[in-house]
């Protein structure tokens, strides 16, 4: 009854295509500059979307760029500790930690040649983004603790070590 030991893990794993405002402009933030009466669903002769169906709007068919412009993130974390606490004496305790965390992150973006723009000046010739990042932070920690009464007084000391460390790629 002297030792004690603890443990815990979490792991989570998320995929998402959604195109949002993080990435590129919201796609249905142009919804407020169309009239109702637009049809968004309207297709031009080679069946695409058209990329404005009002004419006197200035903003893009919401429609066409989730239709057109694929984009995928995945993200995954891992979080792990243990834990030990060791009490020789009533009034003193060692105790230390480790902890481990990682979180990847990948993102691809592919919008394929021509994907429009109602910019009269913006020529696309297509575009591939990928990035991927990991972050990992190893943390641990020792402490060193003593309490104890002297008559009507009580002592306390702590010592700690502790490290953090963090590595972004």
Do not use: C, H
Not at 5 to 22: E, I, L, M, P, T
Not at 135 to 152: H, I, K, M, P, V
Not at 158 to 169: H, I, N, R, S
Request: proline fraction near 4%.
């Amino acid at each position: 009854d002297n030792v004690s030991f603890r443990a815990s893990g979490y792991y989570s794993n998320s995929k998402s295509d959604r195109v949002d405002a993080s990435e590129v402009s919201d796609p249905f933030f142009s919804l407020q500059f169309l009239t109702p009466l637009s049809n968004l669903l309207e297709r031009d002769d080679n069946g695409e979307l058209l990329i404005q169906p009002d004419p006197r709007a200035v903003e893009e068919n919401p429609l066409y760029v989730i239709e057109n412009l694929n984009i995928n993130r995945e993200r995954s974390r891992f979080l792990g500790n243990f834990g030990a606490e060791y009490s020789p004496f009533s009034w003193m305790t060692f105790s230390g930690s480790l902890s481990y965390d990682r979180s990847d992150r990948d993102y691809r973006e592919f919008a394929d040649k021509g994907f429009k723009s109602i910019d009269p000046e913006a020529e696309n010739e297509g575009e591939i983004e990928k990035e991927s990042f990991v972050q990992e932070a190893l943390n641990y920690d020792f402490t060193l603790s003593f309490n104890r009464d002297f008559g009507d007084f009580t002592g306390r000391s702590q010592f700690k070590y502790q490290v953090e460390d963090t590595q972004f790629e």
